[in-house]
């Protein structure tokens, strides 16, 4: 999953340029740091509740990505499109375990 996200960014980063290549380097950017910082949220600081807000942020980020990349680049988008999935399904996982451990 990580090769492709790094597929992607490469391909969209290479074939943008001026203000729309800035634009989704800084949107990359902040996808990866928010898919860290939910790893260490919820593995790290074993704080499913904060995690799931997290991961929440970072699903708007993967959809504001898999737009730009799609629209510079349709295999970037296509590359995406399980990073966007996946994320989804662990945001119902991290919803689950958080709606399983209420009161705790």
Known sequence: MYGLIAVAGARALDRSEGP???AFARGYALNLALNAGWT???FGARKP???LA???ALNASNLVLLRRAART???AGAALAPYV???LF?????GAIVGLNRGR
């Open 54 to 56: 997290e991961i929440a």
């Open 20 to 22: 729309e290549r800035a």
């Open 49 to 51: 509740g904060a995690a």
């Open 90 to 94: 662990a945001t119902a996982l991290n």
């Open 40 to 42: 260490a949220l919820f």
């Open 85 to 87: 999935a996946w994320t």
């Open 73 to 75: 680049d349709r295999p």
